[in-house]
């Protein structure tokens, strides 16, 4: 159970750095 826990988190923050990285990106890379 604590295995699926921490692969849900895994990739919940994965896609999170990739939000970042792609409104940073949108915004022109200032």
Not at 6 to 23: D, M
Request: overall charge neutral; some cysteine.
């Amino acid at each position: 159970m604590l295995y699926y826990v921490a692969v849900t988190l895994y990739v919940l923050v994965c896609l999170l750095l990739l939000l970042v990285v792609l409104l940073q990106q949108g915004r022109g890379g200032d």
